[in-house]
Nanobody, 113 residues
Framework: QVQLVESGGGLVQPGGSLRLSCAAS????????MGWFRQAPGKPRELVAI??????NYADSVKGRFTISRDNAKNTLSLQMNSLKLEDTAVYLC????????WGQGTQVTVSS
């Protein structure tokens, strides 16, 4: 079992930046891939970025603006979000896959002027 706890969400103006963090605990040795998903009201959950031993992949909508990084020594996953847009508003959820799939509780990101 892997536990994931996100932090770093908040309110930011368009064009601003935020950095999300996800702390992993438990059976972290079983994790193969980690990533970030988001879900806006009335919309399906969508992949934002994911990283594994092969590298990182991003949704087209965030390429060039968001950067995912994983610190294995600290068991943390981060998402640096720059040039935020109104349409980036959503609950952002940390994800880990290995023996099982685990989800964090989510952190709200609101982009508004």
């Amino acid at each position: 079992q892997v536990q994931l706890v996100e932090s770093g969400g908040g309110l930011v103006q368009p064009g601003g930046s935020l950095r999300l963090s996800c702390a992993a605990s438990g059976s972290i040795f079983s994790i193969n891939a980690m990533g970030w998903f988001r879900q806006a009201p009335g919309k399906p959950r969508e992949l934002v970025a994911i990283t594994n031993n092969a590298g990182a992949n991003y949704a087209d909508s965030v390429k060039g603006r968001f950067t995912i990084s994983r610190d294995n020594a600290k068991n943390t996953l981060s998402l640096q979000m720059n040039s935020l847009k109104l349409e980036d508003t959503a609950v952002y959820l940390c994800y880990a896959s290995g023996a099982k799939v685990s989800w964090g509780q989510g952190t709200q990101v609101t982009v508004s002027s």
